[in-house]
């Protein structure tokens, strides 16, 4: 009875099938698009709705994000919209929620709509078989801002130079302790946060501050509380340190872990937090503890981030968090849209504002299966007496400006 029904329905159903996944098509961008609409763009909202015109004839371009728990990507998913469209692209952005799986199925979904390139920030290593599909169609894939790792299957690669991203973060606690003239009878102490380790970046965050950090670590001006992984290379520290899907309640529960546990007997002069999301939620334990709480006599420790955030660029004028690295991802965005428009046209690349990692540095392109071409844009340290950087160079909105002047 039920295998006749099936039997009889079976075009018909077929077609339904398609219209209700074409009709929960639809919902997912209006909705995706709504999002891009109300998270404002630093390159300004008024286009963020403009169709596509001029000489790219309108073709898609798929823009998959990683996570809208991290500020950034909702900019960037935004910027990157807007930047597609004014090159006369049409422009369709997807976030995936932190969650492979449905950032795998949103490439799927810009393969079906006929996308000619791509532009993905993905969450972990399994977006490979997405990617590998984008091949088989010959669609060209550009990595943005994290490397798709164990994947051959795509050529480019758009980033920051987060090896130094890193660097800057170990020189904030090097000047902000004025660990080049400590001395090991008075040695300061810290404690280590990592990214996701899903994230390929977050092993490069790190290396670049211990480049800086271990040798005060070695010769004993510097101590640490809790595990320490001298390299990401050291596998089994750093997943103790590193911090699941960039995740803030679980840097803020590890954070509170330590203050009670390794940390207890200590006093820290200094926490390595990888961003900026993290090093806040981090603040925000460490805040409970009377002796880090300015109000009850407490000093905070120098704590580091990364991505310029308003909320920690804020903070840090108001002598809280020490400081940040300001990766400017509306340059960033430019700069991808501009790749993909190269490819798509055939050109060779020619990206200003990025440079063609070459020689040793080409190999922040290996993933594992080849080498990508990896163009870099430069970070810029940002401190108290800096903050002026990325406001004037537009990154915020006019009453978040503001505040930071
Ligand atoms: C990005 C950072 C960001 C982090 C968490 C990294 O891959 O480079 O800017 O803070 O992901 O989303």
Known sequence: MKKEKIKKTGKNGKMEKIRKLSMALAIVLAVGSLIVCKKEGAAGSSQSQSQGSGQSGGALVGIAMPETHVQRWQKDGANLKIFAERQGYQAQVAYGDADQNQQNRQIQTFLTNGAKALIVANVNDGVGAAIADAARDKVPVIAYDRLIMNSGDYDYYITFDNFKVGQFQ????EDGLG???????NPKTITLFAGSPTDNNAKFFFDGAMSVLKPYIDSGVLKVAGPYP???????????IATENWQA???KTRMENLLNGDAKDAVLDAILAPNDTLARAIIEACLTDAKYNPSSGGKLPVVTGQDAEFASVLSIKNGQQYMTVFKDTNKLAEAAVLLADQIIKGQTPNIPGATLAAGPLASIGDTGRKTVQAYLLEPVIIRQNNVNVPVDAGFYGEAEAAQLR
């Open 170 to 173: 170990a020189q904030g606690i």
């Open 179 to 185: 660990l080049k003239t400590a001395t090991p009878d």
């Open 230 to 240: 001298p390299s990401s290379a050291d596998n089994d520290n750093f997943q103790r």
């Open 249 to 251: 309640p679980i840097a």
